[in-house]
């Protein structure tokens, strides 16, 4: 496991993963946030509207239960005097008696905080409860009394309610009696519709929750997914680029292995061939100068001349394998020279053109072009059955274009098609102008071949480096 996990870490890609998901983890984090603070905010105003709604279908309640008590007290107060105890023991008497519901009753206090009605808590009865408050600091009675010599209103306070002994929300409703100097009124308690809001906003809040979570875990489901994805394309991709690289190194032994095969040949068949005629010619010229044949210096020339040839045969293949004119004066005059040669030696009629650079090609690209125009002659003259060659070099807006072209008798078509990906020679053409970022094109018929590989402008130098007469004559 450790393993897996310092691979995992050690993986380039994998971190550029890791990277690119904080962004797509702090947005689903920012969204749930936002979705769950708008769902709670939405959820809070329903829970406010439907409390405001049964607290005033409670108040409504209250106003009519207060209407019933009212007009059944209605003639006697309309008549009484507002000394007459005999109609007010009448009333309270009423009052005291008209009990609905469990906790339900009527209540009656007198201007100067007298209760006189309260049949579910009698012992308030008889007490003045002037600057009567509730636990939570409500003031109860005054303000009863106050809303009443104001023509009536709601209040909402603590109380004990009679059905538990336990203290609950009360909303009351009060009128006033005013010749009486009465503040009669009835309440209704809430807890009910309390404990109703309180359980929808826990309902809320649960389901708030659960969508939060079920984000969460869409989001963590989601990048493990895209995770494993990637996880999986990426092991793909190494095994297919290490298969590729594989490829690419029995290539490159492949080309290595050739090209030694092929210094091999001419120096065995080349140079070891002159230098045996050269042994054997010095071996007869000694014999004859013992002898004191006169023929000894024929020998020794006919040696010299062998050994000549030995020293160009050399340089041949020094200038194969690195022409050092390339190094020296550019590619222009290395192309010249190769092309020059490689006339001489197979009697295909050459011709080599070119124009002077405003900049001189960098290394990289001098070596790749000099190297594919290698490649296309040793096709040329081992394949093409050419009777006429003709390499063209110049410089342009959009860098350096090498074209060669001659009348041989074509290329295999599944070798070529502009995308050159079989034959040895061909693939290493293709890969060291794409090294360059360039462009390599071939075009091929029965009446013959014309490579062009082209290199960007970016491997040129600047002109401020090649203002000389030398530079300029030098690509």
Known sequence: MRRLRDHLWQNYGQKLFLTATLPLILAAVVISVLVTLEARQLAEREIRNLEQQLIAAKRAELKNYLSIARNAFFNIYGRAAPDDEAAKLLVTQILSAMLYGRDGYFFVYDYDGNNLVSPRQTKLIGNNWTGRTDPNGTAITDELI??????????AYDSVKPSTGEAARMV????????????????????DVLATVAASRAEVETRIRQTFLYIGATTLA???LVFGSGLFITMRERRLADAKLKKLTQRVFDAQEEERGRVARELHDGISQILVGVRYALDTARRRLASGDMRAADTLDSGID????????VRRISRDLRPGVLDDLGLGPALK????DFGKRTGIETEFDTVVFRNRLDDDAKIALYRVAQEALTNVERHSGATRLSIDLRGHARGATLRI?????????SKTNNTPSSGLGLRNMQERIEQLEGNLRILSSKTGTVIEATV???HLLPPEQ??????KASA
Not at 337 to 340: I, N, Q, R, V, Y
């Open 466 to 471: 090649a203002t000389t007469p030398e530079t």
């Open 222 to 224: 989601t990048l493990l």
């Open 306 to 313: 062998h050994l000549s040839g030995a020293i160009q045969e």
């Open 172 to 191: 009351t409703y009060v009128i006033g009696l005013q010749d009486w100097r009465w503040a009669v009124g009835t309440g209704v308690f809430i807890d």
């Open 405 to 413: 072209a001659d009348n041989g008798g074509g290329l295999d078509q």
């Open 456 to 458: 960007p402008l970016s």
């Open 337 to 340: 020279a190769l092309t020059e």
């Open 146 to 155: 106050r809303l009443a010599r104001s023509g009536g209103g709601y209040h």
